[in-house]
């Protein structure tokens, strides 16, 4: 049972290019989150997913897009990478928003 | 604004010693309060608090939640090396999907 399943595990861009994020989780959860995580920092929520076709803003969602794709996968796009976006990346999942979040391994994810 | 803060940000500890991280939230419409621990990877679920006054327990670690005061703690005694990790604590706002989470304990236990 793999739970939330992260895709890349690290991953190096150069300013300007663009990355896409995968997620997928095996739990038929309605819920999905992203995160990013700086040192200092805590999780803070970039973009969620409440249900299959529906996505809302976090608390930093400017430079990234999200596209829930089916009720098992939920991405997340860098359309033009930019060195303030170099931070480890979370995703996680949930049956509904009250009940406990369960995260992915996270992406190391390094802008230059 | 809605905020959760934590305290200390870190703890240095020796194995044996008994720990109380802590929590505090201004969160508009609350519902639960969660903490996890954060070890290499992912954070990972040790509790749910929605009721006040009512101690959530796991082995050696325990959590209570004072909803009148708005705050959390979390115990850990007699810690070991294992124990070593960030502890982070958030909130779910009522009617919302989202957590809000603190910027977490970075707890340090030496042999």
């Known amino acids: 049972n793999a739970g939330v399943t992260q895709t890349p595990k690290f991953q190096v861009l150069k300013t300007g290019q663009s990355m896409t994020l995968q997620c997928a989780q095996d739990m038929n959860h309605n819920s999905m989150y992203w995160y990013r995580q700086d040192p200092g920092m805590g999780l803070r929520l970039i973009y969620y997913?409440?249900?299959?076709?529906?996505?809302d803003k976090g608390e930093v969602p400017n430079g990234y897009n999200v596209s829930r794709l089916n009720k098992r996968e939920f991405s997340l796009r860098l359309e033009s990478a930019a060195p303030s976006q170099t931070s480890v990346y979370f995703c996680a999942s949930s049956d509904r928003g009250e009940q406990p979040q369960h995260f992915g391994d996270g992406t190391r994810l390094s802008i230059l | 604004e809605d905020k959760v803060v934590q305290s200390p940000l870190s703890l240095v500890v020796h194995e044996g010693d008994t720990v109380t991280l802590n929590c505090s939230y201004e969160v508009t419409n609350f519902r639960s309060l969660l903490w996890y621990k954060q070890e290499k990877k992912a954070p990972t679920f040790l509790f749910m608090l929605t009721s006040s006054g009512i101690e959530k327990k796991s082995g050696r670690l325990s959590s209570i939640l004072d909803k009148k005061e708005l705050f959390s703690i979390l115990n850990i005694t007699a810690t070991q090396t294992g124990d070593s990790a960030i502890y982070l604590c958030?909130?779910?706002?009522?009617?919302?999907?989202?957590?809000?989470f603190g910027k977490g304990t970075k707890l340090t236990v030496n042999p």
């Open positions: 997913s409440a249900s299959e076709g529906t996505t």
């Open positions: 958030a909130v779910v706002q009522g009617g919302s999907e989202k957590l809000v």
